[in-house]
């Protein structure tokens, strides 16, 4: 008789153990609730803003080709040559150049090692 009085005394204090667990998750998960709501909220506003800037991009996509298009009709009506680059010599220059003060420069005249330095940058 005893070993079955146990054994009920046993399973009541199971019975209970596992109530108490049960409570305990419960009140666990809804504090985790009460502590993820605020960022579900803003998770929620940022999602609106998005889909705002969308239709905000969306409607200057199709404002602009247009615009874009006159400019284009601007721009093949006025066709422009690239200015050709020349430097003159000053008198003081055309010393160091041989004394020829009328020669123009061409890009091609100075080596590109002269005007930038490839060496090593630490020291």
Same mark, same amino acid.
Do not use: W
């Given at each position: 008789?005893?070993?079955?009085?146990?054994?009920?005394?046993?399973?009541?204090?199971?019975? @209970?153990?596992?109530?108490?667990?049960?409570?305990?998750?419960?009140?666990?998960?809804?504090?985790? @609730?009460? =502590?993820?709501?605020?960022?579900?909220?803003?998770?929620?506003? @940022?999602?609106?803003?998005?889909?705002?800037?969308?239709?905000?991009?969306?409607?200057? +996509?199709?404002?602009?080709?247009?615009?874009?298009?006159?400019?284009?009709?601007?721009?093949?009506?006025?066709?422009?040559?690239?200015?050709?680059? +020349?430097?003159? @010599?000053?008198? =003081?220059?055309?010393?160091?150049?041989?004394?020829?003060?009328?020669?123009?420069?061409?890009?091609?005249?100075?080596?590109? =090692?002269?005007?930038?330095?490839?060496?090593?940058?630490?020291?």
């Amino acid at each position: 008789m005893q070993s079955l009085a146990t054994a009920l005394q046993g399973n009541g204090q199971d019975i @209970l153990l596992q109530k108490q667990i049960e409570v305990m998750l419960d009140i666990q998960a809804k504090k985790i @609730l009460v =502590e993820l709501r605020p960022f579900a909220e803003a998770i929620q506003a @940022l999602g609106s803003e998005i889909q705002m800037l969308k239709a905000a991009v969306r409607d200057l +996509r199709e404002s602009r080709p247009a615009a874009e298009k006159q400019t284009r009709l601007e721009v093949e009506e006025k066709p422009q040559e690239p200015p050709q680059r +020349r430097l003159a @010599l000053t008198p =003081e220059t055309a010393a160091q150049f041989g004394g020829q003060p009328e020669r123009q420069l061409q890009p091609g005249d100075i080596s590109i =090692e002269k005007m930038f330095y490839f060496g090593n940058k630490r020291k």
